[in-house]
């Protein structure tokens, strides 16, 4: 695209008052014609005092654009040469998530993004994590109110009755023994997986045990499959760690790594094989042989994000990839933040025997580990019983949710906007029409009180991705579905 075709291009697509800044435009439709090749690397930007004349818009609000997009990698530009895009998008350089991330935060002010390090800012402008964490159609966020709050505070109090400064001081690494002890029998029955308390570290969540696998499992500049789509937070934590992503696409067997990406064995593989997410496949049978056989000949690591499995309506929890590795490839990740509440901040991850020591080792250098007595709580809690109770009455309750959600979006649009993967979890997707920018859906749906996530954004590529909304079901009171999903449909409407 030359410089003349790229002004009449983004001519044609700034929005002057649709709510969207003019800056946050120019610089995601930059991005994106950098990301699709649409501007090849070597190609000279127009300078900023002829972008703004061409775009009737001010200098400053171009200079601004191409400071941050040079922070970002996409550009370089020095003094009297000109602005040109760089050779390769930082997308290809650490996977940074690009124009459609689901994100609601907005680039940090210039004097920020100059005190921060460039991984910092790639961090901060791309975050996905919405500012809102509760309500009609937030994903991933499961009913808190029904926690059983009693049961909790029964055991909370039994543990205060006297001061235990052995729950009450660090921990020494991996966690308390009792709640390792528990983890195990509850993980081998209901998920088969195979492990010993031993091989449990219990970290703050699936963010953690990611980061302790990736900093104790690779080096920076190592390649990491993931997969595409994939959920934005763990794709941070890779990025932040100075891995290089390998988005490897998803069929309706799971990841589905083509010959040429075979033939370059990456050192870790990210996947979610119970419930592929978003889209909610399952990974099959063949796919998981394949993929234990391959890290087994060339030595690579899988990390398996087991987050939401234990909801699965008209079906059982489908066995864990773990359960069918032979040769100790497999670090296993879960949660409590979907099974009880995500404010907990205890999950967990099973590493293979001989790891083990060295993982519980460095979680406590690092991350100066605590939160015993809670642990001592939680162990107690699902040693009770209340914890599988817990998960059979929310399952109940989430299948009707999904249901309710389900009907209200067929009441409205048939079949024109199908639902997919939601047999499982606690979102379903509704598909968007192709060409249809779900971005700007999901932005007129917030304008109305209403969260909802653009599925393009959980791709390497938002601009080449389908379009979709994911929509959380789980946190959303019954009554209130259809009446939110009205107000969503408005949205819908007035963008389509
Ligand atoms: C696929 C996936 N993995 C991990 C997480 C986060 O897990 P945690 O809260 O334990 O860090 C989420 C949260 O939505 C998720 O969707």
């Known amino acids: 695209m030359s410089a003349s ?3 009449d291009w983004l001519a044609q697509r700034l929005e002057r008052g649709n709510g969207q800044p003019i800056y946050r435009q120019l610089h995601r439709l930059l991005q994106q014609a950098i990301l699709s090749r649409d501007l090849p690397a070597g190609s000279q930007l127009p300078s900023s005092r002829l972008l703004a004349q061409e775009l009737s818009i001010g200098r400053n609000t171009v200079t601004q654009v191409y400071e941050q997009l040079t922070l970002e990698g996409y550009v370089s530009s020095g003094t009297g040469r000109g602005t040109f895009v760089a050779d390769s998008a930082p997308d290809e350089i650490v996977g940074v998530r690009d124009v459609g991330t689901p994100a609601t ?6 004097q920020v993004r100059r005190a921060l390090s460039v991984r910092g800012a790639r961090l901060v402008a791309g975050a996905g994590v919405s500012k809102r964490q509760w309500g009609a159609f937030m994903p991933g966020v499961p009913d808190v109110t029904r926690f059983p709050a009693r ?31 528990a983890l ?11 492990c010993t308390p031993e091989q449990i570290i219990v970290t703050t969540g699936i963010h953690q045990s990611v980061d302790l696998a990736v900093r104790l499992l690779s080096d920076p500049g190592d390649v990491i499959w993931t997969e595409d789509p994939c959920y934005w937070g763990v794709r941070s934590v890779l990025h932040v760690s100075g891995l290089q992503s390998r988005p490897i696409p998803v069929d309706d067997e799971g990841i589905n790594p083509s010959a040429d990406d075979l033939a370059q064995p990456p050192k870790l593989m990210l996947v979610t094989p119970s419930h592929q997410y978003p889209l909610g496949t399952v990974m099959s049978l063949a796919r998981r042989r394949m993929l234990l056989e391959y ?8 990390i398996e994000d087991d987050y939401d499995s234990e909801f699965r309506y008209g079906s059982r929890p489908l066995a864990s990839l773990q359960g069918l590795d032979t040769s100790e490839q497999v670090i296993y990740v879960g949660s409590f933040g979907k099974t009880l509440f995500p404010g907990l901040r205890i999950g967990y991850m099973v590493v293979p025997g001989v790891l083990a020591e060295s993982f ?19 162990a107690e809690f699902i040693n009770e019983g209340h914890f599988t109770s817990h998960i059979r009455k929310m399952r109940t309750l989430y299948g009707q949710r999904r249901q309710a959600l389900l009907d209200a979006a067929t009441q409205r649009y048939g079949d024109a906007l199908p639902a997919v993967g939601g047999d499982a979890g606690l979102h379903l997707v509704i598909q968007l029409p192709e060409g249809s920018d779900d971005r700007l859906v999901a932005a007129a749906a917030l304008e109305r009180n209403i969260v909802v996530r653009p599925l393009s954004g959980y791709y390497a590529r938002p601009a080449q991705a389908p379009s979709g909304l994911l929509l959380g079901y789980a946190c959303v009171a019954d009554e209130e579905i259809a009446p939110a999903f009205s107000e969503l449909a408005y949205a819908i409407d007035a963008i389509l």
């Open 5 to 7: 075709v790229l002004s």
């Open 105 to 110: 935060q907005s680039a940090p002010p210039a």
């Open 151 to 181: 049961v909790w505070t029964r055991l909370h109090n039994k543990y205060w009755r006297s001061v235990r400064p052995d729950l009450l001081t660090y921990a020494p690494g991996g966690g308390l023994a009792s709640l390792r002890h």
């Open 184 to 194: 195990a029998d509850y993980l081998r029955a209901s998920r088969s997986v195979h």
């Open 295 to 302: 890290a087994r000949q060339n030595r690579c690591w899988i």
């Open 360 to 378: 519980g080792t460095a979680s406590a250098e690092l991350y100066r580990e605590g939160q015993l007595l809670q642990q001592a709580i939680l």
